[in-house]
């Protein structure tokens, strides 16, 4: 069975740092593409950020980008989601998820609170 | 990056078919073809419903069609059904390996 689970969200002050885990199983990992989406509570998907199979292209959306990275670990079939200088305003439920554009398949979502 | 634009809701008796538009620019979803259209239940992660416009994954009922138009896209479920009530959302690929999202539009089935 394909799944992707998520782990390390949490509440964290403005400024500060967490990294999230997304433990991929049942594929191939280090065949796709990979990327995280996040969705802020009552609100819509909003894409992150992806990452090529072999960890050698990466992309951001603005609001994150020199804030957020993104990396991968094919030998454990993990990716990540290293956020610094966290805000309020990225305060949501985060995705791990599996493709380049068309997203096949969902974790069930880790999430982060960033509040004073 | 801004969002692709959805109406924010739309409706329709069981048995009837319902098309949600999805409105971009030339530089994201009139210029390209990878658009996908994802179903989310409340409390649950998206389902991939189309892809590359008018494609569906193994699975999804053909019930669930897709279309594009310059740069509005369309997805249309037919034969609506109590469980097709659920948030659609919209994708696309904007360039340089960046993708945004709609608004989202909630489905009510009357």
């Known amino acids: 069975e394909v799944q992707l689970v998520e782990s390390g969200g949490g509440l964290v002050q403005p400024g500060g740092s967490l990294r999230l885990s997304c433990a991929a199983s049942?594929?191939?990992?280090?065949?796709?593409?990979m990327s995280w989406v996040r969705q802020a509570a009552g609100k819509g998907l909003e894409w992150v950020a992806n990452i090529k199979s072999d960890g050698g292209e990466k992309y951001y959306v603005d609001s994150v980008k020199g804030r957020f990275t993104i990396s991968r670990d094919n030998a454990r079939n993990s990716l990540y989601l290293q956020m610094d200088s966290l805000r309020a305003e990225d305060t949501a439920l985060y995705y791990c998820?599996?493709?380049?554009?068309?997203?096949?398949?969902w974790g069930q979502g880790t999430l982060v609170t960033v509040s004073s | 990056q801004s969002a692709l634009t959805q109406p924010p809701s739309a409706s329709g008796s069981p048995g009837q078919s319902v098309t949600i538009s999805c409105t971009g620019a030339s530089s994201d979803l009139g210029g390209y073809n990878s658009v996908s259209w994802y179903q989310q239940h409340p409390g649950k992660a998206p389902k991939l419903m189309i892809y590359?416009?008018?494609k569906r994954p193994s699975g999804v009922p053909d019930r669930f069609s897709g279309s594009k138009s310059g740069s509005t896209a369309s997805l249309t479920v037919s034969g609506l059904q109590a469980e097709d009530e659920a948030d659609y959302y919209c994708s696309s690929y904007t360039g340089s390996s960046n993708f945004v999202f709609g608004g989202g539009t909630k489905l009510t089935v009357l």
């Open positions: 998820a599996r493709g380049y554009g068309a997203y096949y398949t």
């Open positions: 049942g594929f191939t990992f280090n065949s796709y593409w």
């Open positions: 590359e416009v008018n």
